[in-house]
């Protein structure tokens, strides 16, 4: 942690609100809620940390699958912005078994295709590995699975653990971590690089900021029309 931290956002509280494991359910939709997905491992819990400007309020940990719960952090910010970051189980650590069935799991795919006050899913990629066949395929399941009384999620790009990239390798690197129309945010969970950008498209997602017309990555179903 020696490498500077940059400016922080506008959290001005945070707290664990809820937890839904395989015989539990979460509490009724009452706040917009964004979403972190991604492949076990990849810094999920520890980018929510980052927006929320706490140290160890979301568990982390060097070993894949470390959270295996659907877990709500209501937050609050300064303007008086109210939301739940939604830390979700990872995917693709055992080998999926029906690769071809696009399965992510039963307490990942209900909330993912039920959660009607969600609002935008912040999907992460390790930067050294970039876009690969799993995450294309959370994107078509999101497309396909969203229901009728929610409007399209805001799908968000972002780029990992940047700072295992030597400095002059990052900027390249983060470029490549692309799908078509979608750039990707790059993110350190030592420097805090991303943070801000990041709070910009989770205000969009929610309502409470205009959308980027020139560089605000499309919507799912608008990724996918281009990819297919
Ligand atoms: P699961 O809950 O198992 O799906 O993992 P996760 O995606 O929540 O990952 P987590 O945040 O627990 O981080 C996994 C490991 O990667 C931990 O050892 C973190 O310290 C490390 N890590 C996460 N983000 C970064 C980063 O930006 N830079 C570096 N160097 N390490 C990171
Ligand atoms: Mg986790």
């Given at each position: ?53 706490r140290h160890n309020l979301v568990r982390t940990s060097s070993t894949p699958g470390c959270t295996r719960t659907v877990n709500l952090f209501q937050t609050k910010c300064a303007d008086g912005l109210e939301l739940f970051l939604v830390d979700l189980p990872g995917f693709g650590y055992a080998q999926r078994s029906k690769a071809e069935r696009k399965e992510w799991g039963p307490l990942l795919e209900q909330y993912l295709r039920e959660r ?113």
């Amino acid at each position: 942690m020696s490498e500077k931290r940059a400016a922080l956002p506008q959290v001005v509280s945070a707290s664990f609100a809820a937890a839904a494991g395989p015989t539990g359910v979460l509490p009724a939709p009452s706040l917009p809620e964004v979403a972190f997905a991604g492949r076990s491992n990849v810094g999920k819990s520890t980018l929510m940390n980052a927006l929320m400007n706490r140290h160890n309020l979301v568990r982390t940990s060097s070993t894949p699958g470390c959270t295996r719960t659907v877990n709500l952090f209501q937050t609050k910010c300064a303007d008086g912005l109210e939301l739940f970051l939604v830390d979700l189980p990872g995917f693709g650590y055992a080998q999926r078994s029906k690769a071809e069935r696009k399965e992510w799991g039963p307490l990942l795919e209900q909330y993912l295709r039920e959660r009607t006050s969600l609002r935008g899913v912040v999907l992460l990629v390790d930067v050294r590995r970039g876009v690969e066949q799993e995450e294309r395929d959370l994107l078509e399941f999101l497309a396909a699975n969203n229901p009728a009384n929610r409007p399209a999620l805001q799908i968000t790009l972002v780029a990992t653990k940047i700072d295992k990239l030597p400095v002059s390798q990052r900027k390249p690197a983060i470029a490549g971590v692309t799908i078509p129309g979608m750039p990707a945010i790059g993110f350190s969970g030592l420097t805090g690089d991303g943070i801000e950008p990041l709070w910009r498209r989770i205000r969009q997602a929610v309502g409470v900021l205009a959308a980027d017309p020139i560089k605000a990555p499309s919507p799912a179903a608008a990724v996918l029309e281009k990819t297919s």
